[in-house]
C-alpha cells in the first residue's frame, strides 16, 4: 500500500474535488476548466482578457480559446475599449458564477463532516500555512 504522505492525500482530495465539480458544473454546459475564469470575472468585473490570462497563469492561447468558448456559450459579455476587450459575466454568467462559488462550499460540507469544528479549523489553518509557503515560493522564483 502507498505510504501516506501529504502528496498523495491532496492527489486524492484533487480528483474527488474535480469529479465533484464536473458533476455540478455539467449541468449548466461548463466544464471544470472553465471554474476559474468564470470565478475571476465574477470576482473582476470589466477585467481585460490580458489581466485574466496574467492573475491565472494560462497560457496565451489557452486564455483566449477559453475566453471566446465562454462568449459563444453566453456565459461571458466581451466589449472593446480602445484596444483591450473588457469582460463581464451575462446573466447565465452570473447563474454560473453561483454555482461555480458554492461548489467548494458544498463539497468541503460533503467530505468533512467526519471532522469536529476544531478539527476543521485546524486542517484549514496548516493548509493555508502551507499554500502560503508555496505561493511565497512561487513569487521568489519570478521575481
Request: glycine content about 6%.
Amino acid at each position: 500500500m502507498f505510504r501516506q504522505t501529504v502528496a498523495y492525500s491532496t492527489t486524492v482530495l484533487f480528483r474527488d474535488f474535480s469529479d465533484f465539480t464536473s458533476r455540478q458544473l455539467q449541468q449548466l454546459g461548463l466544464n471544470r476548466g472553465m471554474l476559474f475564469l468564470i470565478l475571476y470575472v465574477g470576482k473582476h468585473p470589466g477585467c481585460s482578457q490580458a489581466e485574466l490570462t496574467e492573475a491565472l497563469g494560462l497560457d496565451w492561447g489557452y486564455g483566449q480559446r477559453s475566453i471566446l468558448k465562454l462568449v459563444e456559450d453566453g456565459f461571458l459579455l466581451r466589449e472593446k475599449h480602445g484596444r483591450a476587450y473588457h469582460l463581464d459575466l451575462s446573466k447565465k454568467g452570473q447563474e454560473a458564477f453561483a454555482v461555480s462559488h458554492q461548489v467548494f462550499f458544498d463539497w468541503d460540507q460533503e467530505n468533512l463532516c467526519c471532522l469536529d469544528a476544531a478539527e476543521q479549523a485546524q486542517l484549514l489553518a496548516l493548509l493555508e500555512k502551507l499554500t502560503r509557503k508555496i505561493a511565497d515560493k512561487r513569487s521568489c522564483t519570478k521575481a
